[in-house]
């Protein structure tokens, strides 16, 4: 059964009407049990509360990323481990372009073209960061390897 929850003024009216396809669907991730209704989907109509939702929802899992990047340049090459740290930055690699696909297939639809742009060159700036740390740590290890061999 869905409701549509519309606010006028002052007061708000529950309406039981099947909203369109046209709006945004989500189901909140509220871990927090209470008695009550209990909310399965919501259907945002609003296009400009729709763009809210989404660019904070982009916003939390950049920070993510970024925070794991940033730590990843601080790790000490002697603290690193080749192919643990290798492994994560792919596991982190292929997450970000999945990231990346989803951005470009679902919600592109409702952001505007300039902070789609400039959404996509982000994350093209924190994939070349995990390459560059990538390959920093493959020569790194083949560096002392080689050392260690020619002694």
Known sequence: ?????????????????????????????????????????????????????????????????????????????DDADSEGDVEKIDVVLDDLSRYKSIIQNNYRVHLEQAYYEILIKKIEVIEAELKKKREYINNYFQEKENSKKSR
């Open 1 to 77: 059964m869905s409701f549509v929850v519309e606010k006028k003024k002052s007061s708000f009216s529950m309406t039981n009407t099947i909203p369109s396809n046209s709006g945004y669907k989500m189901s909140p991730h509220n871990s927090v049990s209470y008695e009550g209704i209990t909310i399965n989907q919501i259907t945002i109509i609003n296009e400009s509360f729709i763009k809210k939702v989404i660019e904070r929802k982009i916003k939390i899992k950049l920070d993510i990323y970024l925070k794991y990047v940033l730590k990843l340049l601080s790790v000490e090459d």
